[in-house]
T-cell receptor, first 111, second 112 residues
Framework: AQKVTQAQTEISVVEKEDVTLDCVYETRDTTYYLFWYKQPPSGELVFLIRRNSFDEQNEISGRYSWNFQKSTSSFNFTITASQVVDSAVYFCVSGYSTLTFGKGTMLLVSP | GAGVSQSPRYKVAKRGQDVALRCDPISGHVSLFWYQQALGQGPEFLTYFQNEAQLDKSGLPSDRFFAERPEGSVSTLKIQRTQQEDSAVYLC??????????FGDGTRLSIL
C-alpha cells in the first residue's frame, strides 16, 4: 500500500516569490516512481516529472526543481520566481503502474 | 487529436439511472486507467487495463461499477443504479509500457 501526504492545503504567494511544495510518501515497495502533476483551473492533469526510486539526483527544469530524499521519504517541488500562470493544484503521486495521489496543494500566485 | 479523449464532458443523471462514460486513449497506448476524483480531493484509482485484459479492479467501490475494453482500445466505465455519492470527475489515463500516464479532461458526473 502506498500513501502520499501533502501537508500544505493552500499556499498564496506574490508573483516572483519562490515557493516550495512539500511531499512525504510511504511505500513498502523497493521499486517505485514518484511524480508531480499539475491541475490548472481548467481541470486537466498535466504531467511534470517522474523520478525512479533508485535515482535520488535532484532535477531542474527551467523555473522548476525537485528534491528527492529517500532518507526522509520526501519529494519536494520548488518553483522559482513564481508567475500567475503557475496558479493550480499540484499533486504529488507515487506508484509503479497504478498511481496513488496526495490530496493536492492549491497554489495561488497573485500579481 | 493526439490526447486522451473522454465523453461526455458533463453528465447529469437522476439517482438510480445507469450511466456509461467513454474513454479514447492515445493511439498505441496499451495501458489504460480509470480514476475517480471527488471535489477537493486527489484522484483515486479505480481500475487498470493492459490491452483488453483488466489486470486490476481493486479500486472499484462497489459491484455497481463495471469497466470494459473489449478490443484493447476504447474503454467504457459503466455505473449502474447511480447514487449521489457517485458524483465526481471520472478521469481516464493511458500510457505506453513503463511510461508516465497521460490524462484526459475527465467526465464530470452529477447525480441528482
Amino acid at each position: 500500500a502506498q500513501k502520499v501526504t501533502q501537508a500544505q492545503t493552500e499556499i498564496s504567494v506574490v508573483e516572483k516569490e519562490d515557493v516550495t511544495l512539500d511531499c512525504v510518501y510511504e511505500t513498502r515497495d523497493t521499486t517505485y516512481y514518484l511524480f508531480w502533476y499539475k491541475q490548472p483551473p481548467s481541470g486537466e492533469l498535466v504531467f511534470l516529472i517522474r523520478r525512479n526510486s533508485f535515482d535520488e539526483q535532484n532535477e531542474i527544469s527551467g523555473r522548476y526543481s525537485w528534491n528527492f530524499q529517500k532518507s526522509t521519504s520526501s519529494f519536494n517541488f520548488t518553483i522559482t520566481a513564481s508567475q500567475v500562470v503557475d496558479s493550480a493544484v499540484y499533486f504529488c503521486v507515487s506508484g509503479y503502474s497504478t498511481l496513488t495521489f496526495g490530496k493536492g496543494t492549491m497554489l495561488l500566485v497573485s500579481p | 487529436g493526439a490526447g486522451v479523449s473522454q465523453s461526455p464532458r458533463y453528465k447529469v443523471a437522476k439517482r438510480g439511472q445507469d450511466v456509461a462514460l467513454r474513454c479514447d486513449p492515445i493511439s498505441g497506448h496499451v495501458s489504460l486507467f480509470w480514476y475517480q476524483q471527488a471535489l477537493g480531493q486527489g484522484p483515486e484509482f479505480l481500475t487498470y487495463f493492459q490491452n483488453e485484459a483488466q489486470l486490476d479492479k481493486s479500486g472499484l467501490p462497489s459491484d455497481r461499477f463495471f469497466a470494459e475494453r473489449p478490443e484493447g482500445s476504447v474503454s467504457t466505465l459503466k455505473i449502474q443504479r447511480t447514487q449521489q455519492e457517485d458524483s465526481a470527475v471520472y478521469l481516464c489515463a493511458s500510457s505506453l509500457p513503463n511510461q508516465p500516464q497521460h490524462f484526459g479532461d475527465g467526465t464530470r458526473l452529477s447525480i441528482l
